[in-house]
């Protein structure tokens, strides 16, 4: 018992999420499991396919405002679920999408290739992340996007894929036009994985423990770390916290290097709640709401949106 909790706290002090640790600590609905439909069904307002890699088509399930025209310039978010990059579903961020196209946003939810369904590792996560903005800056003419105003958003690992998008750079697709930015111009990001490396002040990991993260990634930790990555002129960023997650001393980190480089950079946190305590349903809702409250004001101080929250 006393190792465990050492090794617990080990991974807070250092801010790594290996894989296994990543999925045990998600929400209980946001676990993998064993003969759930895949695709989930979401009613949204449209579904495309913003990629195909072999025999896999990549969904984006699209959130409209009431009256969204073609010719409407509106500004847009893409979010990126949970999982530990091993399962999840896009589902999670349904009800963030609907309230979001309520206050006048198109407000996206996407699939991305993950470890149970497609054998894959984290550097095509943050690849399928990338095209999945580029995609919606492509298509942004028809979608009635405003180009200059794509957020990006997800929840743990999600939230690591829509930082990686903001903060760092390769990881693009083969043949995909990279003159088109894959980069947002905001990160909403809920808990998210946001130092995968050893950083200053943080206690070194054993070389064992090290190897095994590395065999997880299926890369140098540090290459996919976004809090690593931090340089001036990066998008706005919010991130939300409960106390109690162990991936939070690396968001310290990454919000104190954001600092450093002149970026702006929220951090709030929910006292004595822990990994997943955003999700809808958790708590009575009151984190759920509470968190979109939060985006819904850090979007309008933007310019993104007008007015009060309406969320209650």
């Known amino acids: 018992m006393i190792r465990f909790v050492y090794l617990r706290l080990l991974l807070g002090l250092v801010a790594t999420m290996s894989l296994a640790t990543a999925v045990l600590a998600q929400a209980p609905e946001r676990r993998p499991r064993a003969g759930r439909a895949y695709p989930p069904a979401i009613e949204a307002d449209a579904v495309e396919v913003y990629k195909t890699v072999g025999d896999v088509e990549l969904r984006i399930w699209i959130f409209k405002p009431e009256g969204h025209k073609a010719e409407d310039k509106r500004p847009a978010?893409?979010?990126?679920?949970?999982?530990?990059?091993?399962?999840?579903?896009?589902?999670?961020f349904e009800p963030q999408c609907r309230y979001l196209a309520s206050r006048g946003m198109v407000a996206m939810t996407a699939d991305y290739r993950v470890r149970?369904?497609?054998?894959?590792?984290?550097?095509q996560c943050i690849e399928?992340?990338?095209s999945a903005v580029r995609?919606?800056?492509?298509?942004?003419?028809?979608?009635?996007?405003?180009?200059?105003?794509?957020?990006?958003?997800?929840?743990?690992?999600?939230?690591?894929l829509a930082a990686a998008t903001g903060l760092i750079?390769?990881?693009?697709?083969?043949?995909?036009?990279?003159?088109?930015?894959?980069?947002?111009?905001?990160?909403?990001l809920f808990n998210p994985a946001a130092a995968l490396a050893p950083f200053d002040g943080a206690r070194p990991m054993s070389d064992e423990r090290l190897a095994r993260l590395k065999d997880r990634v299926g890369d140098d930790p540090e290459k996919v770390s976004p809090a690593h990555h931090v340089k001036?002129?990066?998008?706005?960023?919010?991130?939300?916290?409960?106390?109690?997650d162990f991936l939070l001393d690396g968001a310290r980190w990454?919000?104190?290097?954001m600092k450093e480089e002149g970026n702006r950079c929220e951090l709030l946190t929910w006292e004595g709640l822990p990994h997943g305590f955003f999700n809808k349903g958790r708590y009575g809702d009151k984190p759920f709401v509470e968190t979109m409250q939060a985006t819904d004001k850090f979007l309008a101080s933007l310019d993104w949106l007008e007015g009060e929250p309406t969320i209650k």
């Not at 995609?135 to 009635?144: E, I």
């Not at 001036?232 to 109690?244: E, R």
């Not at 990454?254 to 290097?257: P, V």
């Open 77 to 92: 978010i893409v979010s990126f679920f949970g999982g530990g990059w091993t399962g999840g579903s896009p589902k999670q």
């Open 135 to 160: 995609w919606v800056r492509k298509n942004a003419g028809r979608l009635g996007i405003d180009p200059a105003r794509i957020a990006a958003g997800g929840g743990s690992a999600g939230g690591h």
């Open 254 to 257: 990454m919000q104190k290097r």
């Open 128 to 130: 399928d992340a990338k």
């Open 116 to 123: 149970s369904r497609h054998d894959v590792k984290v550097p």
């Open 232 to 244: 001036a002129g990066a998008p706005p960023t919010i991130m939300f916290f409960g106390t109690d």
């Open 169 to 188: 750079a390769g990881f693009d697709a083969p043949g995909e036009d990279k003159s088109i930015s894959a980069v947002p111009n905001a990160m909403v």
